[in-house]
């Protein structure tokens, strides 16, 4: 497993988990909540014990998806016999999977404006693009091309 160092807007320094980790994290917490929200309906229909709970579960799925759209959904488990009759967490949860999904899979070629103006992945592509290219330079060339290229030098 692998930990990303990300640097946010703001240029704090964060630890992020891989998205694969935070998913399958995410929907174990959430098929475990919910489960629980069914089998131990007398516990946790308790307003204080249930609310606590709730609060902790919602906690614990918005570190790990950062999705506020997901949280704003968890809020529903404070609607009495709604909250606890819908598989919110679950729901809420494999949304957040599909978009995240979607994201990375047509998000992943996109330009942004910083820096070089070309995300690591472009820079990649670009560089595999000029090393399996058949022109007429060596090959020696288009590697020290693509080298510059993936270093941020030539653009």
């Given at each position: 497993m692998q930990?990303?160092?990300v640097?946010?807007?703001?240029?704090?320094?964060?630890?992020?988990?891989?998205?694969?980790?935070?998913?399958?994290?995410?929907?174990g917490?959430?098929?475990?909540?919910?489960?629980?929200?069914?089998v131990?309906?007398?516990?946790?229909?308790?307003?204080?014990?249930?609310d606590?709970a709730?609060?902790?579960?919602?906690?614990?799925?918005?570190?790990?998806?950062?999705?506020?759209?997901?949280?704003?959904?968890?809020?529903?488990?404070?609607v009495?016999?709604i909250?606890?009759?819908?598989?919110?967490?679950?729901?809420?949860?494999?949304?957040?999977?599909?978009r995240?999904?979607?994201?990375?899979?047509?998000?992943?070629?996109?330009?942004?404006?910083?820096g070089?103006?070309?995300?690591?992945?472009?820079?990649?592509?670009?560089?595999?693009?000029?090393?399996?290219?058949?022109?007429?330079?060596?090959?020696g060339?288009r590697?020290?091309?693509?080298?510059?290229?993936?270093?941020g030098?030539?653009?």
């Amino acid at each position: 497993m692998q930990i990303l160092l990300v640097k946010n807007y703001n240029q704090e320094t964060t630890l992020e988990l891989p998205f694969e980790f935070r998913a399958t994290a995410a929907l174990g917490i959430s098929v475990v909540a919910d489960t629980l929200d069914y089998v131990a309906a007398p516990i946790f229909a308790l307003p204080v014990i249930g609310d606590i709970a709730d609060g902790i579960v919602m906690t614990l799925l918005y570190r790990l998806t950062r999705s506020k759209t997901a949280a704003a959904m968890n809020l529903l488990e404070f609607v009495p016999f709604i909250g606890d009759m819908i598989p919110t967490y679950t729901l809420s949860t494999i949304m957040w999977i599909l978009r995240e999904s979607k994201k990375r899979k047509y998000g992943s070629l996109q330009l942004i404006s910083q820096g070089q103006g070309a995300t690591w992945q472009n820079r990649q592509h670009e560089a595999a693009t000029i090393i399996g290219h058949t022109n007429k330079e060596p090959l020696g060339t288009r590697i020290r091309k693509a080298y510059l290229i993936l270093t941020g030098s030539m653009r």
